[in-house]
């Protein structure tokens, strides 16, 4: 099928490779000339797992990349609308760019297509669509549906392939049928099937089920499940909290919650926070949602403030290590909000950074694949590193932010040797206590006692910490 996607960010890059890795004929319009030349030489903007694959195996074939909206609707039965939906001031989502595209593709409607909603966008979004569609003087038929995407940034392509569920938003059976046909070699099994499909992740569901809803409970679905994550993310750091001020381990604690099959072991990661260009952006305008329905949806409320509260509660505890910070050298892993991905947009490591460097620290900074992007937002602020060891070289002590897999093999007796002090803080439990005590550190982690070489808990001996002022 000849499928349009309007947009070549995240989402739409990476649903347009894997459309035409599905077989489908695929035209992936953007107005920004400078990213379209790119992706016409062979660029990947984005750092995504399998990503650069898709685009060597498909552009210029079944992958093409344009700039001509009107043409691109005219000679697709589906255009999927992946544009961005940032928040406004107030919370709510901007659907400006939205609205820019359906008025674009009014004007290129000449028979029969579906108007898919791929962007996160909140309820009645598809009601608006379809009215401005109607406004600027539509000549065909034309259905609009939702079809969410459920993709985290670093496993997003076989998060496509390999889906939990894909949710058909669709309010006739003539617009559902076309959205099942797209999706079928997903649906029916025989991608898998192929040699050349793109490898299997664990725990995955193969066939994975197709859900066909309406429009609007589709829409709800995207904003309930990112919800729910971010809540059950600063519920596990809440309950590590409160196992620092008892004792307890929060690890175990996680397994002995996570293993009832109620609730399961997903997300009970307690660390930093959660951060993106999803979580704080969805969560924000799916309160804005309620509070327009007349609902006061105030656990949402709670979800935001505790992992703020988070991010407070590790700059306390890197107090509590060093005594002061003003003049502290810090050695610092991880830029981007999460493993496998260079995204620094709303990370809690980059919240954090920005704290401490109010504090007066000097930071040397190291990330895999985020120097670029974080380099934007922090300027010549902080020195970015060669390496994990050149970020450690003569420092205070060393913090974990982002949980990458390198990381998580470090050579310690040579961490030890570049710091100043064996001191590391690690916001992201990569290390055994015991292990990290062992090799000589004294060691920090979220959720869990304070270890050190001597034996002693080093919370028994650091300098009591501030209370918190926030709200």
Not at 164 to 178: L, P, Q, Y
Not at 223 to 244: D, G, R, T, W
Not at 253 to 280: A, E, H
């Amino acid at each position: 099928m000849q499928i349009a996607v309007i947009g070549s960010g995240y989402v739409g890059l990476v649903a347009g490779a894997c459309f035409a890795d599905l077989g489908h004929d695929v035209i992936v319009v953007d107005n920004d000339q400078k990213k379209l030349a790119a992706l016409n030489r062979g660029e990947v903007p984005i750092h995504e797992n399998f990503l650069p694959e898709l685009l060597q195996r498909h552009r210029g074939n079944k992958l093409r990349f344009s700039d001509d909206l009107k043409a691109a609707v005219g000679a697709s039965a589906a255009i999927f609308v992946a544009v961005g939906t940032p928040p406004t001031e107030q919370g709510e989502a901007d659907l400006s760019y939205v609205e820019s595209v359906a008025r674009g593709i009014a004007g290129a409607i000449n028979a029969y297509k579906i108007v898919v909603e791929k962007s996160t966008v909140p309820v009645y979004t598809s009601d608006w669509v379809r009215k401005i569609i109607l406004r600027n003087g539509v000549a065909g038929e034309f259905d609009v549906a939702s079809n969410p995407e459920f993709l985290r940034e670093g496993t997003a392509v076989t998060d496509f392939l390999y889906p939990d569920r894909i949710v058909v938003g669709a309010d006739t059976e003539r617009c559902a049928s076309v959205l099942r046909e797209i999706y079928a070699p997903l649906s029916d099994g025989s991608y898998y099937k192929r040699p050349d499909a793109i490898p299997q992740p664990d725990r995955a569901q193969i066939p994975p089920p197709l859900i066909v809803t309406s429009a609007k409970s589709a829409e709800l679905i995207k904003h309930a499940s990112n919800a729910y994550l971010a809540m059950k993310i600063s519920f596990i750091n809440a309950v590590a909290s409160i196992c620092e001020s008892v004792g307890a381990n929060v690890q175990q604690v996680c397994q002995g919650i996570g293993t009832d099959t109620r609730i399961g072991p997903r997300f009970l990661n307690p660390g930093i926070g959660y951060g993106g260009s999803c979580f704080p952006k969805d969560l924000m305008a799916f309160r804005s949602v309620a509070r327009e329905c007349g609902y006061d949806f105030r656990l949402l409320e709670e979800v935001m403030r505790i992992n703020e509260e988070q991010r407070a509660r590790f700059i306390r505890k890197v107090r509590s290590a060093l005594w002061t910070l003003r003049g502290k050298k810090l050695g610092v892993l991880g830029l981007a909000f999460k493993g496998g991905t260079d995204d620094v947009r709303e990370s809690p490591a980059i919240l954090l950074i920005q704290s401490l460097l109010q504090e007066g620290c000097e930071i040397s900074a190291y990330d895999p694949a985020a120097h670029e992007r974080a380099r934007e937002v922090l300027g010549s602020s902080v020195r970015l590193a060669e390496s994990a060891y050149d970020a450690a070289r003569g420092a205070d002590a060393l913090l974990i932010l982002t949980e990458w897999e390198e990381f998580a093999a470090l050579d310690f007796e040579r961490m030890r040797v570049e710091l100043k002090y064996p001191i590391v803080i690690d916001g992201r439990n990569l290390y055994d206590p015991a292990v990290m005590a062992a090799s000589g550190f004294t060691y920090y982690s979220v959720g869990r006692a304070a270890s050190s070489p001597e034996g002693v808990d080093a919370a028994a001996v650091a300098p009591p910490a501030r209370k918190s002022t926030a709200q």
